[in-house]
């Protein structure tokens, strides 16, 4: 939502209301990371270079291994580029 001004998401959250799509008054932002939380439970950011896990996210045992397992394999990388 790094792209979504918060202008942006309530002219969103009019437009989808007085078509029916949402209710009237909703709050878009909170609505949608709501959303996002529950159905995500974690991204790679290419700006950072980096895994995110989302906070609060269910069940993120699998994903902190996964995690591991992928920030120890770009070492491997980096360091086998490197040498």
Known sequence: ????????????????????LFPAGLDLKAASLKLL???VAGFYDPHGKEMVL????????H?????AVHD???R??????RA
Do not use: F, P
């Open 37 to 39: 939380k529950s159905q």
């Open 63 to 67: 994903l902190e291994q996964r995690r």
């Open 72 to 74: 120890s394999t770009r």
């Open 1 to 20: 939502m790094r792209d979504y001004t918060d202008n942006r998401l309530e002219a969103d959250a009019v437009a989808g209301a007085l078509t029916g």
């Open 76 to 81: 491997r990388r980096r360091d086998a580029a």
């Open 54 to 61: 989302v906070e609060g996210g269910d069940d993120l045992g």
